[in-house]
């Protein structure tokens, strides 16, 4: 009893600061790169999903990061940034194409794969000659960034293998107990994870799928590589192992369908074994009446609403209990093809 109070006093619980007035947020940076100086592993709000921060150029800060996550040490981490001078420094070269890519998309969702520089420790690039590069938007980890004078190491704040977080509360609810600061920025804007785009390969490939698709890139690079599942950089291992198929799910099982009318969908869903009572609905045009399931939640029909809304419902879904969440097909445009890929990944 004794003991298990002892280690109960020893985990840290994380301190949530808000940002929504200039004096909080103003705090919240102070403290946040207080932490970050001191090399502690901190949670912080990006557009794309929240980041779990370490200093880039910290080995010992960023090996953190993989034990609070249970990651892998042979998955990279992405080097976020605040302005294309950082960038240039943490690679060993900066092709006319990423000054292209860094004035058409930066800040903002994407991530750049380049040669890393020597500064950047092995383990962010787990142990790879290439690093990601991203200048991320939202203007708390930006203030943060400028403030600290290093770049910052950031996966997204979950465990391993489970839905990134995009609120404060996500984050709470896996990491509360394993890290002592997650700053509250509201709702992640876009909602999914950053498109990530290999450079050192010609042309370039899309290595994860995002809200910057291929088409809007190639309208900047001439040419880029996409493929269902990724493309391979250009060394012989997979330097993207968040590109293993099955990677960005929720706990229960998830199936993509198409229906013509509630009918329609009864009879697909008699296939199913599942208690209606256990099984979650995601539709975005045809809203089936909630009786028959557990829930129905509706999303709008716009790539974007969808985007930023749909971890949240994955993560509701998992803390209701859901065994089986159904989501309705969306559109086959290229404006739809990271959520695609998304859906894809946890079908599967
Ligand atoms: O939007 C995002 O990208 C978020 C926010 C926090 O910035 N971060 C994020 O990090 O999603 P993470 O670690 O969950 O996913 C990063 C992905 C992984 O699939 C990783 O394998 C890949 O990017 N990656 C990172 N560095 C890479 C590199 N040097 N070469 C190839 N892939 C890399
Ligand atoms: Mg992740």
């Not at 708390?140 to 977080?165: D, K, M, T, Y």
Request: positive net charge; contains cysteine.
């Amino acid at each position: 009893m004794r003991f298990g109070l002892i280690c109960l006093c020893l985990q840290p619980t994380a301190k949530i600061l808000q940002t929504h007035t200039p004096e909080l947020f103003q705090k919240a940076v102070r403290r946040a790169v207080a932490l970050l100086r001191a090399g502690e592993v901190i949670a912080l709000p990006t557009e794309t999903v929240y980041g779990l921060a370490a200093n880039a150029l910290n080995e010992k800060a960023v090996a953190k990061i993989f034990e609070i996550k249970g990651r892998p040490a042979s998955n990279p981490i992405i080097v976020h940034v605040a302005g294309v001078a950082m960038a240039k420094g943490c690679v060993a070269r900066w092709p006319e194409l990423a000054d292209k890519l860094a004035r058409s998309f930066w800040p903002g969702p994407l991530t750049m794969v380049l040669p890393r520089a020597e500064k950047i420790p092995g383990n962010v690039t787990a142990g790879g000659e290439t690093v990601g590069i991203r200048w991320p938007s939202h203007p708390f980890i930006q203030a943060v960034i400028r403030e600290c004078g290093f770049p910052l190491a950031a996966p997204s704040a979950n465990l391993s293998n489970q839905i990134s977080p995009t609120n404060a509360e996500h984050v709470r609810a896996q990491l509360a107990g394993k890290i002592s600061l997650i700053v509250d920025g509201g709702q992640s804007q876009v909602g999914i994870e950053s498109t990530v785009l290999d450079l050192t390969i010609s042309p370039p490939g899309i290595l994860r799928p995002g809200m910057i698709h291929a088409a809007s890139l190639a309208a900047v690079c001439g040419e880029v590589r996409s493929s269902e599942f990724g493309v391979r950089s250009s060394e012989s291992t997979l330097r993207s192992p968040g590109l293993l198929k099955r990677h960005y799910s929720p706990k229960a099982r998830l199936v993509v369908l198409n229906w013509r009318n509630a009918a329609d969908l009864r009879l697909q869903l008699s296939t199913f074994n599942f208690q209606p009572s256990k099984v979650h609905l995601i539709a975005h045009t045809q809203i089936p009446s909630g009786e028959d399931f557990a829930g129905v939640s509706v999303i709008p029909h716009d790539a974007e609403a969808f985007a930023r809304a749909l971890y949240a419902e994955w993560h509701r879904c998992d803390a209701a209990g859901a065994e089986l969440i159904i989501v309705e097909k969306p559109p086959e445009t290229p404006e739809w093809s990271g959520i695609a890929d998304r859906l894809r990944r946890a079908a599967s």
